[in-house]
């Protein structure tokens, strides 16, 4: 099984930056693509972002992009999510995957899931 336990979630202003972290408890953490989506209140889950295996490649949604960056450090078996030039609209749960599949945009490609981080953007 892969245990998944996101940090970093809190209230920001508009405009600030907040880090997110999830450390996975595997053996093997190197072996998984790694995701991050977020869910606001009344609206279905959506991917934020992803990172392969060996931390190589990377995809963002197109209401992230250039804002979040995401980043792993394999050694440390974490995954982050910096976020950037907050918006309201950023305001979500933030939910850490990890699967095994090509690195993409979709639930159904990751297995595991976090207990999710609140992040809150006023304005």
């Known amino acids: 099984q892969v245990q998944l336990v996101e940090s970093g979630g809190g209230l920001v202003q508009a405009g600030g930056s907040l880090r997110l972290s999830c450390t996975a408890s595997?053996?093997?953490?190197?072996?998984?693509?790694m995701g991050w989506f977020r869910q606001a209140p009344g609206k279905e889950r959506e991917f934020a972002a992803a990172?392969?295996?060996?931390?190589?490649?990377?995809y963002y949604s197109d209401s992230v992009k250039g804002r979040f960056t995401i980043s792993r450090d394999n050694d440390k078996n974490t995954v982050y999510l910096q976020m950037n030039s907050l918006k309201p609209e950023d305001t979500a749960v933030y939910y850490c995957?990890?699967?095994?599949?090509?690195?993409?945009?979709?639930?159904?490609?990751?297995?595991?899931w976090g207990q999710g981080t609140q992040v809150t953007v006023s304005s």
């Open positions: 995957a990890a699967g095994q599949r090509l690195l993409g945009r979709e639930t159904s490609g990751y297995e595991y």
């Open positions: 595997v053996r093997t953490f190197s072996s998984y693509t």
């Open positions: 990172i392969d295996w060996i931390g190589s490649s990377t």
